[in-house]
């Protein structure tokens, strides 16, 4: 059977999900994965055999940090070094590629892809780059021209949606070399249900504490929320370097019924989200430029537990939420249209049962892995 070596810098974080599906659902071709660190083992079930953990430092021909001084020193420090094992390193690969029978490389991310050229031209296979969000703004703004040469000898990239389609474009990449391939998911995992209003009604977000998911004006929303329904309470599951902000703000705002519940695991995010009326999940552009990229893969899995959705039109989110069938999509930063919205929809039950068989049939439509699956698998075999 062909191969695809997967590369990704740690496998895998628990908000990574929709890397591993890309992986692990492969009919026609043997998925192996390339990493730097192995994490969450025990959420996402793979074959030891077929992971390659090697350091990225002896293989990659270019590094890249959060810290520009860091990058700068370990790639002056890997530029004096790589001549002494480049070659052995090489001999390791191209033996790996002939005993599993590697016919392409698939980079997760595009400063993986960056990194990776050099083993491409060794191993003589073809490489195919996947841009998801911080790869697509942060990595070229702090850092211009940063992927001139991987858009030149790459052989193919994949984005989410349009808008990502649009920012690889301006970015410099050739429009005949990207390729829309909708992410999917595992739907079997999240049942349907039906919602109904109970007496006490859950609003949920589950997100990375950073200020492009918009956490703060959802605070502010449900400030004016609390004010008139005292049977609503929000849930924030999530973590991350704003955590600490996040709870200042709801103490400032003196709220009542909100409950931060930290990182959780696939399952107990199965669990929330059934016992979830709304979803909510309000991106912004960062004050930095960050963006979601594409769009946060937890609104189809909302979506498919049958809920309805409050989100903005933020980037590729218009393609995975429909605004007035599965959901209401709001202006950045807006907290009275998200009030608002979140109201309407409080107010209006009956709704629920509508926009989530709509959302429901939508993700199964466009985003079931099994289907996009094959259609990564016909971008794979058209390379070949």
């Not at 060794?122 to 070229?140: E, K, R």
């Not at 202006?331 to 929809?345: F, N, T």
Request: hydrophobic letters at 40%.
């Amino acid at each position: 059977m062909k191969s695809v070596l997967h590369i990704i810098d740690t496998f895998l974080p628990l908000t990574n999900s929709w890397i591993y599906y890309q992986i692990a659902f492969l009919k026609d071709f043997n998925g192996l994965v390339l990493t730097n660190r192995v994490e969450n083992a025990e959420n996402y079930p793979f074959d030891k055999d077929k992971i390659i953990q090697y350091p990225y430092f002896f293989i990659r021909n270019r590094l890249y940090y959060d810290s520009e001084l860091k990058t700068k020193f370990m790639n002056t420090l890997k530029y004096t070094t790589d001549f002494s094992y480049r070659f052995l390193v090489n001999k390791k690969f191209r033996k790996l590629r002939e005993e599993n029978n590697i016919k392409l490389l698939h980079a997760h991310f595009g400063t993986n892809g960056m990194g990776f050229i050099k083993l491409k031209k060794a191993l003589g296979v073809p490489l195919i780059t996947s841009f998801y969000g911080y790869d697509l703004i942060q990595a070229p703004k702090r850092e211009p021209g940063i992927y001139n040469k991987l858009f030149k000898e790459g052989d193919l990239f994949l984005v989410e949606g349009s808008n990502a389609k649009k920012v690889l474009i301006n970015a410099g990449c050739d429009e005949n070399k990207i390729i829309i391939n909708h992410l999917g998911i595992d739907v079997n995992k999240f049942p349907f249900k039906e919602r109904k209003s109970d007496k006490e009604i859950i609003l949920l977000m589950v997100a990375r504490f950073e200020e492009k998911k918009g956490i703060e004006y959802l605070i502010r929303a449900f400030a004016k929320i609390e004010k008139k329904y005292n049977n609503v309470k929000l849930r924030l599951i999530g973590d991350g370097q704003l955590r600490l902000k996040i709870e200042e703000l709801i103490k400032s705002l003196n709220l009542r019924n909100i409950e931060l519940v930290g990182l959780i695991p696939l399952n107990r995010l199965v669990e929330e989200l059934l016992n979830a009326h709304i979803f909510v999940h309000p991106s912004v552009t960062a004050e930095n430029g960050d963006i979601e990229g594409g769009a946060p893969i937890v609104l189809l899995n909302a979506q498919a537990t049958g809920m309805p959705v409050v989100s903005t039109l933020h980037c590729d989110i218009p393609e995975e939420v429909i605004d007035k069938k599965s959901g209401f999509l709001v202006s950045e930063r807006d907290v009275d249209a998200l009030a608002d919205r979140l109201s309407y929809l409080i107010e209006n039950p009956k709704l629920w049962k509508q926009m989530g068989k709509y959302g429901r049939d939508h993700v199964e439509k466009e985003y079931d892995i099994l289907k996009q699956i094959e259609s990564l698998e016909k971008i794979y075999n058209k390379l070949l």
